[in-house]
């Protein structure tokens, strides 16, 4: 127990440090430097655990917490305290939050942020009003991008205050519901609730979300409590809470279909769909006034996407595979990008991969096919790998690229004000490279051929898991009480 309170304190000593650097603009050298230097004592609490589960069959190690709930209770206090030491700054790294508060007030004001840009002449009133979150708001000429829910929660929390630190702080709410959401999930597969270090400690999610405060930490946790709640036999409520995490982000809608391929029953998909459309109409409602219809409905929702289809055609930035496709593609890399992807998910749909696993690669994928790949949208695939630790090439892949992604930060500290951003191939290859080696190594797909002897896991009375045994929880379609493989075959239904 001393030893994990002393990599504790290490922790947040480093993310104290963190912090200074960022605030204090010490350059790219502090800022890597100490990013990587926060993974030492993840790793090092980690290195037990691992040792204990080579010796497992099946590749999922042992154990529970690695010792006792204590354990666990520490780990969540390092991370918790490391965040709040974070949240204290100004956002850095990135003007998100400003904007999210900016068109926070737009709603606020009773004005339309997706037909009126930042600096649409009826805004001018608001402008001088808030000059401080004018002078960090960018892109000043395009129109809003976040979906009407995402747009409702600023509104709700700018209407009080325009300071990005409460902006940050709701985030960070939100967050703790991702860590529930994971916690949960982790106790449904009898893996270890010490995998929730590999979350709490890792700094991507903690410079991303306590440090700059990105909205996908709502959008994440919406959809991480819709797949804990569909493996709890809630059909309804997944299906709702999946919606309206596309409501917040987009990307979340991309689990509606794999819920409703997993659900079972006609009456759950019927649930599904119900409780999705109210999460989608119910945001779209304030938004939806006659005077916002005065063109039309196919208008107003063009509006919507405006910015969106702006962003899909013309953004490029710290991409990793696409940067390859459009070498030997050109400007028909976007559709053929958009098509992999695409064809990838449908893969994962007509194999039947479990909704949670499915959103974790395709999350993955998503990140490495993308024409933008801000550190930041990894967040939707870490959690859900984490999830998968005998599946070794997108778990390591996964966490060695929360790592690595700190690289596209470079061009940030290095490029002179006033100058053009650009990526170089040393800073692309280190986020890169790494990663590659280690799905190469390892096999994106090895897992599979062990599924069998992976699900081997019970509990231990105090829901954590030993592997060799030979019963496994089904809690990829909502069984109530669990079935065995066996049971499964007889049924003839596939393992899990």
């Known amino acids: 127990m001393g030893w994990v309170a002393g990599l504790a304190l290490v922790h947040v000593v480093l993310a104290a440090a963190l912090g200074w650097a960022l605030g204090a603009g010490a350059g790219f050298g502090w800022h890597a430097g100490l990013h990587a230097a926060l993974c030492v004592p993840l790793g090092l609490l980690a290195l037990p655990w691992f ?5 497992g069959r099946g590749g ?14 520490v780990v969540v206090a390092a991370g918790v305290v490391s965040r709040l030491v974070l949240l204290a700054g100004a956002p850095v790294l990135s003007d998100d939050v400003y904007r999210v508060i900016w068109e926070g007030r737009v709603v ?3 004005g339309d942020p997706w037909a009126q840009p930042p600096d649409d002449p009826g805004l001018a009133e608001l402008r001088d009003a808030h000059p401080e979150v004018r002078a960090r708001v960018g892109y000043w000429m395009l129109p809003a991008i976040y979906p009407p829910a995402h747009q409702l929660f600023a509104a709700a929390l700018a209407a009080f205050s325009t300071d990005a630190r409460v902006m940050k702080a709701a985030f960070l709410v939100a967050e703790g519901f991702v860590v529930w959401a994971l916690f949960g999930l982790l106790r449904r ?27 996908e930490a709502l959008a994440v946790a919406l959809l991480a409590l819709g797949l804990l709640a569909f493996e709890r036999g809630r059909p309804g409520l997944a299906g709702g809470l999946a919606a309206l995490s596309g409501m917040v982000k987009y990307a979340g809608f991309a689990a509606l279909p794999f819920l409703l391929r997993a659900a079972r029953r006609r009456r759950d998909r019927a649930a599904m769909l119900l409780a999705a459309g109210a999460a989608v109409v119910i945001p779209l409602l304030p938004f939806l006034g006659p005077e916002r219809l005065a063109d039309g409905f196919l208008a107003r929702f063009a509006e919507f996407g405006g910015t969106l289809v702006h962003y899909a055609r013309h953004w490029q930035w710290g991409e990793g595979l696409f940067a390859l496709l459009a070498a030997a593609l050109g400007a028909a890399a976007r559709p053929v990008a958009f098509g992999l992807l695409a064809g990838f998910g449908l893969a994962l749909l007509v194999r039947r991969v479990p909704p949670t696993r499915a959103m974790g690669w395709l999350a993955g994928a998503g990140f490495l096919l993308a024409p933008t790949a801000h550190p930041w949208y990894l967040l939707w695939a870490l959690p859900f790998l984490l999830l998968e630790p005998a599946r070794r090439g997108p778990f390591f892949g996964c966490l060695l690229l929360s790592l690595t992604a700190v690289f596209s930060y470079g061009p940030f500290w290095t490029t002179p004000p006033g100058e053009a951003w650009v990526f170089p191939l040393g800073l692309r290859l280190a986020e890169y490279l790494p990663v590659a080696l280690v799905l190469i190594g390892f096999g994106w797909f090895a897992g599979e051929r062990s599924t069998r002897s992976e699900a081997a896991v019970v509990g231990d009375g105090e829901g954590r898991g ?11 379609h909502g069984d109530a009480g669990g079935a065995t493989v066996q049971e499964r075959e007889k049924r003839g239904e596939p393992p899990v």
């Open 51 to 55: 040792r204990r589960g080579r010796r």
């Open 466 to 476: 030993v592997p060799g045994s030979e019963a496994v929880v089904d809690v990829h």
């Open 189 to 215: 597969r009898g893996l270890p609730d010490l995998l929730l270090a590999g979350y709490l400690w890792n700094p991507l999610p903690l410079t991303e979300i306590a440090g700059s405060g990105h909205g």
């Open 60 to 73: 999922a190690p042992a154990g529970g917490t690695g010792g006792s709930g204590s354990v666990l209770a």
């Open 108 to 110: 606020v004001s009773g």
